[in-house]
Structure formats: C-alpha cells, structure tokens
C-alpha cells in the first residue's frame, strides 16, 4: 500500500483544521499541522465554533481537559460539521477513566456522525466494549476482544476506527490494518496521541470523504506521524529533543520516506 | 535609524507584561518575554485582571481563542490600563474569519484608547476597511489599499497600527516604516505573530508613551525579534529546532546584533 | 543524606499525578512528569475533579491562572483528595500579586489539609507572614524573617514548607534544609517552579503520607529537578535549549547522578 501521496496532499491542498482540544495539547497540536503543511485554527467560543467549523476541511475534538462550557463547543461544532459535510475526528482522551468522559464520548457518537474515531487501546477498548483498563489518560492493555469489538463497533456506526498503542489498529468494519510504525518515546511526551488526531484531521480533510477514502487517510496519517517519529528519534537525547525533532522531521518528511518505511500490514 | 538601545532598556528595567492571550501561546508567549529579559504575567479572572494590568508596563490582548468570559476580562483589564495609563497592545487574531472575533476586536478599538493595533495582514486589511481574506487564522494576502488604510485608520483613532507579513508596515498614521528583518519560518510555527505582540507590548512599555516613542519601541520591538529570528534559522533543522533556537537567540541578542542586520525603510 | 532512591522508587510505581494547573505551564508540567518517569492527568470539570483525584496518588494545585471556575475545581478536588487521604500539593503562583490570588490560597490552606506548600520566597513570604514584595508572578526577594516564619507556619498548620530560590528551603517546622542545587536559567523558562510542583506530587505520591516522609520527599524531589536542571545547563545556548534538554534530563538522571552531585545542608 503506498500511502505517501497523501502527504502531498496535504501539503498541496493545506487544509484548515479546526481543532477544539484539550489545555496540554493547544500548542503542540497546531505546532505539528503547521510543521506537516496543513493550517490549524482554534477556536471554541459558542458564538463562532459554528462558523469556524463550516470553513473547515475537518474538525479534531479531543476531550483531554473537558469542561461543560467544552462540552457545549464540541456539540455546536460538530453539528454544524455534520449539516456541512466537514469530517469529525474524535479522540476521547481518558475516556473509562470517569464516568463523565466516558459519557461525554458517548454521546457525541450517539448523537453525531463521526467519521473517525482514535484512541489508544485502553480508550477504544472501554468505548467498544472489548474492556480494558483506564488510569488517568495512560491506557493499561486493552482486553483481548479488541479487534472484534473494534470492528463490531465500526461496522454498526459505519465510521473509522484507530486504537494506537505498539501496533496500531484500524478498521472500517470489513478491513482491518495494523501498523507497526512509531518509536517508544511517543509515549515519553504528552500530545503524541493528540497531534495524531489533528494530523488524522488534516489527512481526513484532503479525502473524498467516502468509507475507502477515510480509511486510507487515517492509515496513512498515523504512518506517516509515526514514520517521522522514527526519524526524529534517531539522534535524539532524551523527549525534549525527541519532540522537537518530530516537529522537524514531519516538516522535512517526503512521500518517498513514507514508502520506504510503511510497515502496513492488513490482518 | 538605530534601535538595539531599546533591546538594552528592555532589560534593564525588566517591565511586567499583563498578557490576556490565547491559550495556543500561553506558555510560548511568557517564554518569550523571559528570554528576551522582561517579565510576563498571565491572569483572567475577573476579579484581579483590573488590579494586574494596574501594576504593569503595559498590557497585551489577544483574540485568538476568545469566549465570552475572556471578552470581558479584557474590557476590565483595559478599562483599568486606560486608567492609570498603561499603554495597551491589541493581537485581532483571526478578525475576518468569523463575525465574533471581527466584532470583539472593533468594539475594544471603539470603546478603548489602544495605543497599538498589530496583526497580520488579512486582519489589519479587514479591520482597517482595506479588505483582505482570512481563513482561519491565516492571512491570504492584504488588498491593494492597504498602506493607505492603515494610515487613514491609525490617524483616525491616535494608534500605531503594524501589519506582518513578509515585509512588516508600521504607520503612526504620518510615516510608513517597512521592515525587512525575519524569516519564512516564522511562519511554521505557532504564535510568532502572538509572542512578537508580547514583546511589543515589553517595547512600548519602556517608552515614555508619546506617539513618537510608541512608534519607535514597536519598530524596534519588531525588528529585534526577526533579527533574533533570522539568526535563529541559521543552522536550525526544521520549525521544532527554529524555535528552540529562536528562544536562545533572543537571549543572546545584542544591540550590536540589531543595529548591524536592522533593515527598516522608512516610506 | 542519600535521596536517590526516590527517584528510583518513582519511576517504579509510576504514579499518576492530578494537576489543576495554570494555562502557561499545562503542558511542559504533563511533560516533565512524563519524562521524569511519573503520570500526568490534568482535569478540571467539576463533573470528574473528585473522580480523578480519589484514584490519583497526589494532587498539585497552581494558581498562575486561577478564575473562579477552577478555584471551585480546586475545592472539590481538595476535598476529596483529604477524604482518600491523597496528599496535596499547594502553589500560590502569585500570592501577594493581588487580594484575589492571595486570598485564594489562604482559602485552601484554611479549609483543606495541605500536605506541601512550595512557592517561590516571595510568595512563602507573603503568606507565612515573613512579608517579601511580589510583582506579576516574579519574587523581588523574602524578607530577612523568613526561615522563622516558614518554621513557624509549618508547625502551626502541620505541613511542609518550601520556598525555593537562588537556595531552596524546606521546613517540617522543625527541621529547616537548605538545598543549593539549581542553575540560574531556571528563572529564564516558564513554569520551572510549577513543574517543580508537579514533581513533588510525584515524590510524595510514593511517600509514606508521615511527616517525614513528606520532607524527605519534597527534599528529594527538588534536588533532583535542580541536578536535572544543572546537568541540562551544560552545553545549553539559551533558555530554549536549556529547556529541551531539562526534559532529557530528567529523562536520563539516575540515582548516582543526583547522590553525587546533591548539596542539602540541614540547617
């Protein structure tokens, strides 16, 4: 599967992001779409997220530091995405670890249609029922059902799931690919997983949209995240200058970098 | 016109800076402040902004991801800045792109004495009735008219307006200053246009407040900062390193440094 | 006094950390816990603060950016956190800046049990009622009666103080010690103190919850950040890389590190 042409993709159509994200992640989420070549704008301010994400080529929700004024964002925003065809990306930061963000996932994918939704095995694993356990927003091992529940739960939704951890799964219900790109020092630094939503936003949002489109911009997203990754490890001392190589090597990554390195498997 | 001695006044009297800014540059914006020698402050609540910006050089105010709750902590900061006369710095981040943040930024240039107005160019052309497109909180490019309505507007109201882009224009709505100094990749990392606000706002703060000086010190406060980051750029691998470095580089700047590569015409 | 193995027993049992923390420093104060070996969790919504603090294995409580939204959260926060017997960790940023901050943190050490207070000597000194002069969030120096009134405030309220500094003081209201490790760029970043919080709530988790046991940790925990924070300094070029590489080397400290190079004086 040679998925580096999304990269290009992006970087030519540089597409606007609208990320409404948690208080550790602003920064480094809209540091790493501008890095890869795409545009981020925040913005959760009921009076405009609405308008901001009607411009948007996707929308990136993340609920690592939620708060019922968030909450309230997240659903104008969405709905708006939804009545304007903007494709939703949905990382449910610490979902299992209280009942409030579990319930708050909930019910976005309840009440929304999501196009994608990433989180890591612990996440995922509470969000469809595989089980798994939650600490704080640090996942513990996601139960042995998980690719089942995976796939059940994409199938019956009809949208893209994404469990990261070592290896990363993703599913639209019928396929299922695993990735085994990335470095150990992703778990190192806070917002690798949330930079990967917004960069899955940012590839989402360059896709036609259909089933086959969302799941090649995902796999590819998190390929190509994870490639840079590797790349930015090399040479680095430690997870301060690991992250900030990751913001380099994603700006200098090429299509032909991504091709060479693409561990893509499809289970 | 040599400015570096305003970079040797900044740090001898360390001036406080009250920053209402937004929360992609929070952290950013403060380290700015620190490495180039002044001190930052952060603070909201509406129940001790008034007494913050009191006891500040100068405040800075910053759009970019603006509520309800934030509009307001604004309106009592600057209501208390124009006050004891403590010269405000207005970032209108990503005016034009939604009807909210358009009519936020207005109605403080309406309702407050703002002694500088800088932004990009897409939002000084949409605030100044140049015209221009913003998406996001990306400029597309200022209208053709844009000098002249930067004038027209900075006469009108007794304010120093600047626009950034490739070439930066600052107006007293008399003269024209265009600077040369910076980098493309200022533009590859998040709020560089929201810290060099900050570092205005430490500028103008050491002025004596005049229209004259509060041209001069956002001149040299914006020319300092794109000398620091040219040198900056040298050797850095990417916008991660560029804006390591960009921070040690405002460290180490020296007057010398900036009289030697200032490149500012005077229009 | 030989407090490696602190560091050791931290990155052992990896315990989660709660921070209710200011908007500046949320995410160099999730890395910092991550690269030290500890787990991060920041929330705030009054819907899940009790929920996270009672699985939590210390809290951390930064008032930089307090509003009344996250003083409640706080309150809700601290008030579990007593019920499971999970030790808090207090840091006034600003206390003295103005009555709202002030005020605030006098509020919790009134109502809650505390277990650690750290500030810089201007706030401890505000507080403690030593006096001391606080501008913004910089400390302009502790009066001359500080190490009294620290002993003093400790033993009446039962907790540890730490005022940190040029020397770092720690007092069980009885034992006072003097800590001399550090680097001055520390002051040249953001949010080194409220990192340093965070770091404590790490190293008291792993306590033993006595009296002594909260000394030795906050003791440990300092001088470990400090002997980070020095072997960073070596071959830094500023305050941007000093940065970068105080992630890795908190990374990378071991045991001997910090037992060969701590000065701590019992005073």
Redesign the interface.
Known sequence: MQIGHWLERVRAERP?V?NIT???????A??TL??LGA??????????VA??AS??RAIALNL??????VVTSMDLASEAANRRGVPIVLDPV?AG?????TGAAMRLLDTRRVQVLRGNQGEIGVLTGAGGEV????AKGAGAGLVDAMRRFARDRGLIVAATGEEDLVTDGEVVYELANGHPWE?????SGCSLTAVIGAFVGVSDGTKGGLLEATVAAITCFNVAAEMAAEG??????F??????????LTARDVDARARIRRG
Not at 39 to 48: F, I, N
Not at 64 to 69: A, R
Not at 135 to 138: R, T
């Open positions: 606007l609208h948690n208080l550790v992640v602003t920064n480094i809209a540091n501008l890095a545009s981020p704008v925040m913005a959760h301010a009921h009076e405009e308008d901001m411009i948007a690592g530091t939620l708060d019922p004024y610490g670890a209280t009942p409030y963000r600490a704080g927003v640090d778990a190192s630094i806070t917002g680095a001392g430690g997870p301060g200058s992250q900030v190589r990751l913001l380099d090597a994603l700006h200098t």
